[in-house]
């Protein structure tokens, strides 16, 4: 029993050869081309940047990233990073079509990534908060007595400074958290404590005696809590657009409400008049 | 190629037969920067975390030159002597033994140290040259964490050898004044352990697990396990270990924030010219908060996880 194939390629003639080889590799060229066209056409990475966010559980919160953002868009790929110095090496690879910034951030490379708000994260209805550096030491009174002092705080160091007039003197101990913040205070190891308002009330529910100790001597400015944008690399605006839109349903959303509540965020709000207030 | 490969499996060899005096030899300090010498006992990865973060912190004002005894032993009374010789500024000892070799007998050069279990056997307040972080985790950390994810829970338990009772009543009576209730049992066996736990269970809105070698076995943590989760009591733990394996939240250590924590105590040592009694044994602060969601589930509970550092499933 003859073969058939092999029975065919015999029959051909050499020209015949050549111009099924150039066909071949003609179509494979174009299937490349296609597909890189495609994967081009189709990429969309989401990066979320914010120092001052729920960090410490990254793996858990890129999964739960992924799932809501997928289930908008199965080419949507959400990257979660944690230092500053890791975003600016990433940003040229990964190339993000949308982010979402921390505001202090935003405001320092919105002109060279082009950003453009869509939207800002709510917080009991609230899109700023405040920090407050406290002590329990009574011959504290202004931030100029911190000279040579232990500050704690949760925040980058650099990121601390930006908040509390830029350089200063002080020895900053880095923590994960606001609560270890009021910690190192509470048992001595910190002479003031960088917080959020919301910590402070925490934990004055939590060590009434203590509390009444503690005593505010500055206020940073508001800080506005992050932003969805668009960067430099977006291509597809009508994405962005149609992404804002299901971002406006996150609370209601199965998949949503798990990831917003992960950020320790309620809502987000696309109010004009609110983007335009961040600096 | 060959003869390459050859000498770097001698220089390898050699390398191994070192004894750490001998590798120390090799090494000397630049002029300039003030020195620190770093000596760590074994290659785990939470004291190379501290090493990294103290040296990140100090990099621009301090060089550095760092030993790891990797567990190797041999020829460490000697080490006193090699390390006087390096003349440094500051020591910073990492783990037990690397504390142990030197403490006592280096006792002109301050003496940081951190990473080391029950540091008093070693009587650091004796020689005035010594100053670290322990790894004592303030109850009042603990349940202010709890708390400040599961709301007003304030009756706990806790099963202790007689070894940890004094401390215990200690802090029972400083955390009344934050509304914590601590109701302690006292028992030396691990056996003893289901009926110390049955007979204060009704007194109990959670049980407090302390690292008591007396009173934790595999048996008597997977009973605490089981009987928590029947009795919808929540399992607080000192390691997330246990909480992988089904206790529900845990408080351990941030071992970057001990290496922010040093780096301040050595500025304290060279710049502020503190000496290390004044600069004294420091607490944990930082935390390392994890959770058990299936056993958050069973207990029928459901928190906020903004700020958890680990969710086992």
């Given at each position: 029993m003859q073969y058939p194939n092999r029975f065919f390629f015999i029959e051909l003639r050499q020209e015949d050869i050549k111009m099924f080889q150039l066909k071949s590799y003609i179509k494979i060229i174009i299937a490349i081309l296609l597909l890189n066209f495609s994967a081009y056409a189709e990429e969309f990475n989401i990066i979320y940047f914010d120092p001052d966010g729920n960090l410490r559980n990254i793996t858990s919160l890129q999964s739960e990233g992924n799932k809501y953002f997928q289930s908008f868009s199965p080419d949507i790929n959400f990257y979660v990073i944690a230092s500053e110095q890791i975003l600016n090496t990433e940003m040229e690879r990964l190339k993000p079509q949308f982010m979402i910034v921390q505001s202090l951030y935003y405001s320092r490379q919105k002109t060279s990534l082009a950003y453009k708000p869509y939207f800002i994260f709510l917080t009991k209805d609230n899109y700023f908060y405040h920090k407050k550096i406290i002590t329990m030491n009574p011959e504290i009174k202004t931030l100029e007595e911190l000279d040579?002092?232990?500050?704690?705080?949760?925040?980058?160091?650099?990121?601390?400074?930006?908040?509390?007039?830029?350089?200063?003197?002080?020895?900053?101990?880095?923590?994960?958290?606001?609560?270890?913040?009021?910690?190192?205070?509470?048992?001595?190891?910190?002479?003031?404590?960088?917080?959020?308002?919301?910590?402070?009330?925490?934990?004055?529910?939590?060590?009434?005696?203590?509390?009444?100790?503690?005593?505010?001597?500055?206020?940073?400015?508001?800080?506005?809590?992050?932003?969805?944008?668009?960067?430099?690399?977006?291509?597809?605006?009508?994405?962005?657009?149609?992404?804002?839109?299901?971002?406006?349903?996150?609370?209601?959303?199965?998949?949503?409400?798990?990831?917003?509540?992960?950020?320790?965020?309620?809502?987000?709000?696309?109010?004009?008049?609110?983007?335009?207030?961040?600096? | 190629m060959r003869i390459q490969?050859?000498?770097?499996?001698?220089?390898?060899?050699?390398?191994?037969?070192?004894?750490?005096?001998?590798?120390?030899?090799?090494?000397?300090?630049?002029?300039?920067?003030?020195?620190?010498?770093?000596?760590?006992?074994?290659?785990?990865?939470?004291?190379?975390?501290?090493?990294?973060?103290?040296?990140?912190?100090?990099?621009?004002?301090?060089?550095?030159?760092?030993?790891?005894?990797?567990?190797?032993?041999?020829?460490?009374?000697?080490?006193?002597?090699?390390?006087?010789?390096?003349?440094?500024?500051?020591?910073?000892?990492?783990?037990?033994?690397?504390?142990?070799?030197?403490?006592?007998?280096?006792?002109?050069?301050?003496?940081?140290?951190?990473?080391?279990?029950?540091?008093?056997?070693?009587?650091?307040?004796?020689?005035?040259?010594?100053?670290?972080?322990?790894?004592?985790?303030?109850?009042?950390?603990?349940?202010?964490?709890?708390?400040?994810?599961?709301?007003?829970?304030?009756?706990?338990?806790?099963?202790?050898?007689?070894?940890?009772?004094?401390?215990?009543?200690?802090?029972?009576?400083?955390?009344?004044?934050?509304?914590?209730?601590?109701?302690?049992?006292?028992?030396n066996s691990p056996e003893d352990v289901p009926t110390k736990y049955e007979s204060m269970k009704k007194y109990i809105q959670a049980l407090w697990m302390i690292p008591d070698p007396k009173v934790i076995s595999e048996e008597s943590f997977l009973f605490l396990v089981d009987s928590t989760i029947s009795d919808k009591?929540?399992?607080?733990?000192?390691?997330?270990?246990?909480?992988?394996?089904?206790?529900?939240?845990?408080?351990?250590?941030?071992?970057?924030?001990?290496g922010s924590q040093l780096a301040i105590k050595s500025q304290q040592i060279l710049e502020d010219k503190q000496k290390p009694s004044q600069v004294g044994i420091s607490p944990i602060i930082g935390t390392f908060l994890t959770i058990n969601k299936t056993t958050m589930k069973k207990l029928g509970l459901n928190i906020r996880m903004d700020g958890i550092d680990q969710i086992f499933e």
């Open positions: 040579k002092k232990v500050v704690a705080s949760a925040l980058p160091k650099e990121i601390t400074k930006e908040l509390t007039g830029g350089e200063r003197n002080w020895k900053i101990l880095t923590v994960p958290k606001d609560m270890d913040a009021l910690m190192a205070l509470k048992f001595k190891q910190a002479d003031a404590a960088l917080v959020a308002e919301n910590s402070l009330e925490s934990f004055k529910k939590l060590d009434p005696t203590d509390s009444q100790s503690i005593i505010p001597i500055f206020t940073t400015k508001s800080i506005f809590l992050p932003l969805g944008v668009s960067t430099k690399y977006t291509t597809n605006k009508e994405m962005v657009t149609k992404l804002t839109e299901f971002m406006k349903k996150i609370k209601t959303d199965a998949n949503g409400s798990s990831f917003i509540k992960m950020m320790n965020f309620d809502d987000i709000s696309d109010n004009k008049k609110t983007l335009g207030m961040v600096p | 490969i050859i000498s770097s499996i001698i220089s390898l060899l050699f390398l191994s037969c070192q004894t750490p005096t001998r590798m120390l030899e090799g090494m000397k300090f630049q002029p300039g920067k003030k020195k620190i010498f770093i000596l760590v006992s074994e290659q785990i990865s939470s004291f190379e975390v501290v090493k990294k973060s103290f040296m990140d912190e100090g990099k621009n004002d301090y060089q550095f030159l760092s030993l790891n005894l990797d567990g190797n032993y041999d020829g460490i009374d000697q080490l006193p002597a090699q390390v006087k010789k390096l003349n440094p500024d500051l020591i910073l000892c990492i783990g037990s033994k690397s504390l142990e070799s030197l403490a006592g007998k280096v006792r002109d050069i301050p003496i940081l140290f951190a990473m080391v279990l029950d540091y008093q056997k070693f009587h650091p307040e004796k020689y005035g040259n010594i100053a670290g972080v322990s790894l004592n985790i303030p109850p009042e950390t603990v349940f202010y964490n709890f708390k400040n994810y599961f709301g007003e829970i304030n009756n706990y338990g806790v099963i202790s050898s007689r070894d940890y009772i004094q401390t215990l009543k200690e802090n029972k009576e400083r955390l009344s004044n934050a509304n914590i209730n601590l109701t302690i049992n006292e028992t009591k929540s399992f607080i733990v000192y390691s997330e270990q246990f909480v992988k394996a089904g206790a529900l939240f845990s408080t351990s250590p941030n071992y970057a924030t001990i």
